[in-house]
């Protein structure tokens, strides 16, 4: 009988499968697909998972190695979420080892076994006596023994030193049989209570009704729902109620957030609701409670899983339900490594399992806007607030002829003034971290320019450090000018700390909250801060579009935004979409109780159509004039973008293997490998050189998705054995969000 060959994908970029032969002492019927195995990979062991089984490889026999364990009874990653990532694989050009491994907790990538976390307690063994004679000259065993005895059901491992308890005695009195030591699983989550529901539900007006209705009538299939809510509309509660169904027909929800900084809070919010078992997944969760949440919502013993964009490859035993709030933020997109779309591929993930899916956003994308004007998905809309809120007023400043101070206009310094003394919260909105965008020379001109990028470094002033937010370089800040030696260097612009201290100043009777990347970078300095400001007591908030996604302060009534002009003269075709988006999100912070909201907005352009459409028509005039200029201009979503991106030390080199490239795509098109493709490029990158590497791209358009990728996939084998390529980096992205 011929050896059993396993082909395995392993954690690389190369987009192939490696052969081994099976582990001795295993059946076949143990090697199912999607069990992991350690094998020899060079001259490091790595972690693989089984494709397929053979009985023949192109690989010689005795160069063939054998797997070293196999580490799993069940695969790993179920059937379903098995073939999601074979489809994201094929989609986005990947390797599947490596789509596989970003599919994986950290710890199973590296070889822990699946199973819930285990822990070890101590217990007094039967018959077991502190006057036994053997501890006659041994009192710390003697103590030891004592304080086991008082804890009838043992003590945990990780309490022996909260009850003195010393591991070394313990080990001796183990040596004499006296106490021994039991390995438990920790206990699943439970639930409290018969009832789903900790909480009454609010009454649904007759839009959150209707769109409840739409979801809860097809819970039992595939659809995809667009909830297209106004901020404050009370999207929160048609998904708690859509949750509160789906957990009542036994089912498990997935609900996705953008933002870490959004878990707590939607915990938080989660947890008052429902009697449920509720985990938490995202990046800032250690490596062990991460993989214990992931089990617990394999194995069925969490109810509702919520997490940012790597959650959807969670599994769950028994799905009911997806939901993707604030559906058009761009951090569902990965932008390094498997550059997958987290809402696409969650409806991807929806339609193989036959789930709902609800995208709910009070800016929905175009792309998704587009889908639902075309029929794919069903739009459900709540254009109003709920209760008693009203839309916040606009107000556009124009500021060209006023002076500024840090970025503050006389004018919305009286409105903040009248503000704060009205008892309620002000909202300063300004996307630029640090204190200023960057350091002049009065004398010379000389400007803080990062060593290693084609960008300007940022002034954090209470660092005394210049800062490049590309590529991370730090310098301390010069004393004198090092061009001309004079010591005249001014900071430029503002950013959110120049705008705290101005802030602070100005109104010494109240606080000032700083909210960006900096001051909330410590583990729950954010849930502090809220905390601080869900008080209600009158104070500034000043920060980047962290306070923008999802944040409810019932207080705020003025929303500031310091500059608006940023996207409007952008070199890309997505800037508009995204400043809309972000200007919309950051005005729905106003007014959301009873008190009504104003948003001022300066802005040197400040009768710029864009602008006027977007405050005086609101969000869906300014997206049906985005989508018919898109159109004319035959960009997503009415085509289909890759990017392939290189990077090289020296000047030249990246662009020299996109012209290969090139090359190579053309003469695929003439064979008849992909028809009616554009290839735009070589150019060089927006930003030619980041973190000391020289950086180019080449843009393929196509009008149809199917054509484009056929192209792809002959293209990249063709790409990966040009010897250009071994000295470049380089990397395919699929339907990029981001040109630069």
Known sequence: MPDTILRLALPSPLRRLFDYLAPAGFPRSALQPGVRLRVPFGRREVI??????????????????????????????????????????????????????????????????????????????????????????????REALRTLAQHHHGVPHTLLSKLQLNKDSLDLLLQKELVHVEIRRSAPLQRHGSSWLAQPELPLN????????????????????????????????????????????????????????????????????????????????????????????????????IGTRSALFTPLKRPGLIIVDEEHDGSYKQQEGLRYHARDLALVRARQENLPIVLGSATPSLES??????????????SERAGNAKPPRFLRLDVKSLPLDSGISGPLQQAIGKTLEAGQQVLVFL???????????????????????????????RHNELRCHHCGHVERVPRQCPECSQVDLRPVGAGTERAEERLALLFPDYPVFRVDRDSTARKGAMDKLFTTISKGEPCLLVGTQMLAKGHHFPRVTLVAILDADGGLFSADFRASERMAQLIVQVAGRAGRADEPGKVIIQSHLADHPLLVQLTEQGYTAFAEQALSERRSASWPPFSHLALLRAEAHKPGQAESFLDEACTIAEQLMQQGVGSNIELLGPVPAPMERRAGRYRAQLLLQAGQRAPLHRLLATWLLALEALPSGRAVRWSLDVDPMDMF
């Not at 196999?70 to 489809?87: G, I």
């Not at 209707?210 to 995809?224: K, L, R, T």
């Not at 806007?369 to 709540?382: I, Q």
């Not at 204190?435 to 002034?459: E, K, N």
Request: net charge neutral.
């Open 48 to 141: 693989g998972i089984l494709v397929e089984l053979s009985d023949r490889s192109e690989v010689p026999a005795n160069k063939l190695k054998p797997a070293l364990e196999l580490l799993d009874r069940t695969p790993a990653l179920p059937e379903s979420l098995f073939r999601l990532c074979l489809w994201t694989a094929q989609y986005y050009q990947h390797s599947l080892g490596d789509t596989l491994s970003w599919a994986l907790p950290v710890l199973l990538r590296q070889g822990e076994l699946a199973e819930a976390r285990q822990e070890r307690f101590w217990l007094v063994s039967p018959g077991a006596n502190p006057d036994d004679p053997r501890l006659a000259r041994a009192p710390r065993q």
């Open 206 to 305: 007759a839009q959150q009704r209707a769109a409840f209705n739409a979801v809860q009538s097809g819970m039992d299939d595939f659809g995809a729902f667009l909830l297209y809510g106004v901020t404050g509309s009370g999207k929160t509660e048609v998904y708690l109620q859509l949750i509160r169904h789906a957990l009542e027909a036994g089912k498990q929800v997935l609900v996705l957030i953008p933002e870490i900084n959004l878990g707590p809070q939607t915990f938080e919010r989660f947890s008052r609701r429902f009697n449920a078992r509720i985990a938490l997944l995202h990046s800032g969760i250690n490596d062990r409670d991460r993989l214990d949440a992931w089990l617990a919502a394999r194995d069925g013993e969490a109810d509702i899983v």
């Open 369 to 382: 806007l587009h889908n639902a004007h075309a029929g794919r998905y069903a739009l459900l809309k709540l």
């Open 431 to 461: 996307n630029r971290r640090g204190f200023a965008p960057t350091l002049l020379c009065h004398d010379c001109g000389w400007i803080s320019q990062c060593p290693r990028c084609d960008a300007r470094m940022t002034l954090h002033q």
